[in-house]
């Protein structure tokens, strides 16, 4: 009281002053669940700071009484931390202007009705760090969704059909090979591990390529004729499935924290980790296409095939149904991300509208 009787005597009407009270109040405040008795305790002071508030409309002073305002809007609000119904606010506001308006006068009661106003826009602005941190993740995905989600399947129907491309080449090209000679095979994959290297930079991508040589240069072959019957394993298939799963996991983790100079010249280099698409259709196209070479070289060796002509075949036809799929698929979801697109421009209105009433004096 003495404080406040010092500043009014002074008439101290600064927007640190505004400040200062303002906050002291609201830390001083202590809302008890349903019962308005501490509410009216601070209507003098919410009204006094309302006075010096006439001649301090100050980003600080306007924080301040939002804080004052949601301190007292926390009576019976439940968990803190949490924004009210904007009607539940509503009628502790009105109860709080009626308090003020009992114990000042109807003069002051405006004027805390006018702070309160200004109050609730802050708050519609300046809302707990949990439920900015939901917000933003909710839009986020949201974008996601929206911006790329069709594109990016669109982009690997693409990359599929020339991975059926690719498949049909091998088959016809190197199907007629029956068992292909390990060391060239080696050869081939360290040298196109190198050129990757000098062309991306990414250690890698020349790794998987390295990797995939070995498998495919691995005699895996399974129940030899006469000898044993098909269903039984041989050491070497189980050392090349370990290899190529083992080698196709370490490339899946290093390659997330691994930066590439040409994704960094396409893309953006700040842009989220989510939000690298270049990245994720890349992890993607190359963990099916593991997949396909994994599997083809166990069932080549099964069936005492050449490994490119079942590799090949393989490739085609997955790359065919993929790529229909992925058509497919982003055809339907379209009219989902037009209606997501249309509630984030509502969420976007919504804001703007926050923004010019916490920003409006009257």
Known sequence: ERGWQW?????????????????????????????FRRLRQRAVALANAGLILQGAYSVEARLAACTLAYRAAEMGAGPRGTILDPRRFEGIRSSFVQAVSEEVGAEAGQEA??????????????????????????????????????SSLLKCALVFFLLAGVGWFLRWSLGGIPHPDPRALLVAAAVGAGAIYWATGLVSLGLWVVLLGVVLALPIEVGKPNVRPPQQWERSSLLGVGCGGFGLLAWYFVSASVPSRLLLHLYDPDSPPWLDESRNLLIVALVVLSLVVLVSRVIAGRRHQAPFAVLGYHL?????????????VAA???PVTIKVEQGLIEVGKSWAQDEQRAFRID
Do not use: C, H, Q, Y
């Not at 609730?120 to 996601?144: F, M």
């Not at 997955?318 to 497919?328: E, K, N, P, S």
């Open 7 to 35: 500043i009014l005597g002074n008439r101290v009407r600064t927007s640190d002053a505004a400040t200062v009270i303002l906050r002291s109040a609201a830390a001083s405040f202590d809302p008890v669940e349903g019962d």
């Open 316 to 328: 085609a036809w997955l790359g065919v149904w993929l790529g229909i799929a992925g058509i497919v």
């Open 113 to 150: 009705n006018r702070t309160l106003l200004r109050a609730e826009g802050w708050l519609r602005l300046i809302k707990p760090s949990a439920e900015i941190e939901a917000e933003r993740d909710r839009i986020a995905n949201a974008t996601v969704l929206t911006a790329m989600l069709p």
């Open 332 to 334: 339907l979801i379209t």
